[in-house]
């Protein structure tokens, strides 16, 4: 009995020395920022006034940031006018209809982060409303009107006519620490189920998992393991310290709901396009003028005499660009931005693209062996370029060609048996009734020259087909690479 009694103790003490660090660790790292003209008025006192020495002053803690959060969180219902197939049966019994009118509805979660009724919430959610509904915690319910989308970040932003409301003030994400805890709040699975609150941890930063508007969006997740849901699209992620850090925007399930692994968009991301949403309507993006020609990992580090294995190459340089303006040339490598390592160029590519116009950055590059400082000053990404070299472009050649492909990375080429080094685009799927199929063009090819011009990258790619496309006779030549032996395919466009 008293070796029982003991153990107890133990334990017990044991969990209060977790509950007090979980909560008082580093409390100075907090910071908010505050919105130009968008006041916020909603917070909760930080954590470094709250002392938590029991377990019930840790419970009372999450309790009051929730209580203060949850009143800030909305849940967005939208109505959709769809066109119906009607089907083939129908005409026998008198309808001549093709198709008829319906209402498709939706639920989603937002979070008021003005006075003045501005709210956060995820383009996916309010994308192609014709009404939108926002109800509050204490069930009152607003029209909605959308102020502006961004699809490529998933970010929107509603704004709503209602006074006395309270606003949640956004963290700075970047301060937003792998461990540290947060709550989830939103709707999950149904209007029954609003301002749900779970708690979690932060699991991982800077995630990119390639799901916004095909891969061509600008992905840099923060990874819970707070329960969402579908529903919760569009909520809160809340810091200890009672901050918004994050837009609750995805989940990866096996199932279709929690299984621990939900993203969300950082807030400082977030509050950079609802800034510029509300000053512009629109979004408008920083321009580095490169193309990226790979990361660089161990193998390809080992392979360019690198000593650290981080950063991206440069493939082509836009000529009378702002990369070119400043210098920077094919080949660099680029291993830091403003100071920090630059890891994935998903992620790089997202700080350029969300950094304003005019913005002097500057670039830690290697060139032939040698570090160097190189200061870019960013212009704007053009429209037609945004809109044109994603997703477009490759439906197109997908339909016209018949096949897809993508770059070759270090990756790719090990597991093909190439050199880490060796550039070019490799075929990934290829339509059996196409002629580039009929011709010899197999999937796995690794195509490195068209009309005997290199090919290094999917820009390249698509440019020489273009000047195939635009020829007399419309015969494209590639040189591929198969099993480790060059071959060449030739077939009319």
Same mark, same amino acid.
């Given at each position: 009995m008293k070796r029982f009694n003991s153990s107890l103790l133990i334990a017990a003490v044991a969990v209060l020395l977790i509950g007090f660090y979980s909560i008082d660790l580093y409390p100075e790292k907090a910071s908010v920022f505050s919105l130009p003209d968008l006041p916020s008025t909603s917070s909760v006192e930080s954590a470094e006034k709250q002392p938590v020495k029991t377990l019930q002053d840790f419970n009372d803690a999450i309790v009051d940031i929730a209580d203060k959060a949850t009143p800030t969180v909305v849940t967005i219902r939208v109505t959709q006018t769809v066109e119906v197939p009607n089907s083939p049966f129908s005409r026998f019994f008198g309808d001549p209809r093709g198709s008829q009118e319906r209402q498709r509805r939706g639920l989603g979660s937002g979070v008021i982060v003005s006075e003045e009724g501005y709210i956060i919430t995820n383009a996916h959610v309010v994308e192609g409303?014709?009404?939108?509904?926002?109800?509050?915690?204490?069930?009152?319910?607003?029209?909605?009107?959308? @102020?502006?989308?961004?699809?490529?970040?998933?970010?929107? @932003?509603?704004? =709503?006519?209602? %006074?006395?409301?309270?606003?949640?003030? +956004?963290?700075?994400?970047? %301060?937003?620490?792998?461990?540290?805890?947060?709550? /989830? $709040?939103? #709707?999950?699975?149904? %209007?029954?189920?609003?301002? #749900?609150?779970s708690m979690g941890i932060v699991s991982a930063k800077d995630r990119a998992i390639q799901i916004i508007d095909e891969g061509q969006g600008y992905e840099n997740f923060i990874q819970t393991d707070a329960a969402i849901n579908p529903g919760n699209s569009g909520g809160a992620l809340v810091n200890m310290d009672g901050e918004l850090v994050? =837009?609750?925007?995805?989940?990866? #399930?096996?199932?279709?709901?929690?299984?621990? $692994?939900? !993203?969300?968009? &950082?807030?400082?991301? /977030?509050?950079?396009?609802?800034?510029?949403? +509300?000053?512009?309507?629109?979004?408008?993006?920083?321009?580095?003028? +490169?193309?990226?020609?790979g990361e660089v990992d161990r193998t390809m580090a080992k392979a360019l005499g690198l000593k650290n294995a981080n950063g991206v190459i440069v493939g082509a340089v836009e000529p009378d660009g702002p990369a070119d303006m400043a210098g920077l040339k094919e080949g660099d490598v680029i291993q830091k931005l403003n100071?920090?390592?630059?890891?994935?160029?998903?992620?790089?590519?997202?700080? $350029?693209?969300?950094?304003?116009?005019?913005?002097?950055?500057?670039?830690? $590059?290697?060139?032939?062996?040698?570090?160097?400082? @190189?200061?870019?000053?960013?212009?704007?990404?053009?429209d037609n370029l945004a809109a044109n070299m994603g997703r477009a472009q490759d439906r197109d050649m997908e339909t016209e060609l018949? !096949?897809?492909?993508?770059?070759?990375?270090?990756?790719? /080429?090990?597991?093909?048996?190439?050199?880490a080094s060796q550039q070019g685009v490799i075929v990934t799927d290829i339509n059996q009734g196409s002629n580039a199929f009929r011709?010899?063009?197999? &999937?796995?090819?690794? =195509?490195?020259?068209v009309a005997r011009n290199p090919v290094e990258d999917v820009s390249d790619f698509r440019r020489e087909m273009s000047k195939v496309a635009e020829s007399e006779d419309k015969v494209a030549?590639?040189? @591929? +690479?198969?099993?480790?032996?060059?071959?060449?395919?030739a077939f009319e466009l």
């Open positions: 409303a014709d009404e939108i509904a926002v109800g509050l915690s204490n069930g009152e319910e607003y029209d909605g009107e959308v @102020v502006g989308t961004d699809p490529r970040t998933d970010i929107a @932003v509603v704004k =709503i006519n209602a %006074e006395g409301l309270s606003a949640l003030k +956004i963290g700075n994400s970047d %301060e937003v620490r792998v461990g540290e805890m947060v709550l /989830a $709040i939103g #709707s999950p699975l149904g %209007e029954n189920l609003a301002h #749900s609150v994050g =837009i609750n925007s995805a989940i990866a #399930s096996r199932s279709g709901g929690n299984d621990g $692994i939900g !993203f969300a968009v &950082p807030s400082n991301l /977030a509050k950079s396009v609802m800034e510029s949403l +509300i000053e512009s309507g629109e979004v408008v993006r920083g321009y580095v003028g +490169i193309t990226m020609a100071g920090e390592k630059v890891e994935t160029q998903f992620k790089f590519r997202t700080d $350029i693209a969300t950094s304003s116009p005019g913005t002097e950055v500057t670039l830690g $590059i290697v060139r032939e062996g040698k570090n160097m400082s @190189v200061d870019v000053t960013l212009g704007e990404l053009p018949g !096949f897809r492909v993508q770059p070759v990375t270090p990756e790719i /080429a090990q597991r093909l048996g190439l050199d011709q010899g063009l197999r &999937p796995r090819d690794v =195509i490195v020259s030549l590639l040189k @591929v +690479i198969r099993g480790g032996v060059s071959q060449y395919v």
